[in-house]
């Protein structure tokens, strides 16, 4: 770290793509992206762009985001990856997605499978149970 400040103008941009994230805004989201805003830009709690879409549940920003290269075996500074707040919030459609796209059910702390297990998930364990 060099020690100067981060612009405010460069703050106030990442603000507004995590806003667009955690709202499921797909077309302006992959805007931004496709014009250079890192796919796996994270937040000071360390969660993604990937994670704020699962975690929100939106499927379509999902998609969009893996296309663009998003990694999906990142975890936040709790050790939660996407697959895990996907299936935290029940969002069968984005677990789909992002186990098509290759996530490990068994990645972080909590995995994905250990939530579905503590909160008695039994749709999202399927899920996660066909993709073995």
Do not use: C, W
């Amino acid at each position: 770290m060099s020690g100067e400040p981060i612009d405010p103008g460069v703050i106030e941009l990442a603000g507004l793509v995590f806003d667009l994230a955690r709202g499921g805004s797909t077309e302006e989201l992959t805007a931004y992206v496709d014009a250079g805003v890192p796919v796996n830009l994270t937040n000071d709690k360390g969660d993604t762009l990937l994670i704020l879409a699962a975690y929100h549940g939106h499927p379509v920003a999902v998609g969009a985001l893996l296309e663009r290269g998003a990694d999906h075996s990142r975890v936040n500074d709790r050790g939660q990856t996407a697959l895990a707040a996907a299936v935290f919030r029940q969002s069968a459609d984005t677990v789909t997605r992002l186990l098509a796209a290759g996530a490990d059910p068994d990645a972080g702390g909590p995995s994905a499978r250990a939530t579905a297990t503590f909160f008695e998930l039994a749709e999202m364990t399927g899920l996660l149970d066909a993709h073995r």
